[in-house]
T-cell receptor, first 112, second 114 residues
């Protein structure tokens, strides 16, 4: 089955810096790669996603890149703000709306 | 956006009792729902896929007789933790697939077994 590895497990940056979180997956049949932000005790919130027919997607300060050949995808957050502090999870699935396999998460801390 | 609710939001029970958690899609019909479990400071682990009108599909290592899933209608799936023990204490989160193919998460249920 699918296995998703995520690095780093923790990331501390200064406000205004960029943050990059990387994930790899094992199943070449996966075609959908979402990123979630989760605050303590709350549900995961989708922040951006990418499908296998696209190499990069951007939404304001957030971007995701996908290298399907190498089976890895990354989340880039620019101009980080303290409110970006949370746990971020990458995930992979066959297609949008199917069962998700999550990475172990990255705790991002943005200090002002 | 679409709304998925869970009930209860938290529950404390004695060891050996059974606990039922409900997951509802409030404004769309969901033929497929998913159940995840999240231990403190860990990731979400897929437990099972719940399909309306048919048996759930369980992930490897998840005991189907212990975690009973019923998806009797297009807007409701239930997870029953039978004979709960302290090691079952966790955050249980459901998600529902909308007709458009998006997946929406419920707010989660925190289960504490004493």
């Amino acid at each position: 089955g699918e296995n998703v590895e995520q690095h780093p497990s923790t990331l501390s940056v200064q406000e205004g810096d960029s943050a990059v979180i990387k994930c790899t997956y094992s199943d070449s049949a996966s075609n959908y790669f979402p990123w979630y932000k989760q605050e303590l005790g709350k549900r995961p919130q989708l922040i951006i996603d990418i499908r296998s027919n696209v190499g990069e997607k951007k939404d304001q300060r957030i971007a995701v890149t996908l290298n399907k050949t190498a089976k890895h995808f990354s989340l880039h957050i620019t101009e980080t703000q303290p409110e970006d502090s949370a746990v971020y999870f990458c995930a992979a699935s066959m297609e949008a709306g199917t069962a998700l396999i999550f990475g172990k998460g990255t705790t991002l801390s943005v200090s002002s | 956006g679409a709304v998925v609710s869970q009930h209860p939001s938290w529950v404390i029970c004695k060891s050996g009792t059974s606990v039922k958690i409900e997951c509802r899609s409030l404004d769309f019909q969901a033929t497929t729902m998913f159940w995840y479990r999240q231990f403190p400071k860990q990731s979400l682990m897929l437990m099972a896929t719940s399909n309306e009108g048919s048996k759930a599909t369980y992930e490897q290592g998840v005991e189907k007789d212990k975690f009973l899933i019923n998806h009797a209608s297009l807007t409701l799936s239930t997870l029953t933790v039978t004979s709960a023990h302290p090691e079952d204490s966790s955050f249980y989160i459901c998600s529902a697939r909308s007709p458009g193919g998006e997946q929406f998460f419920g707010p989660g249920t925190r289960l504490t077994v004493l």
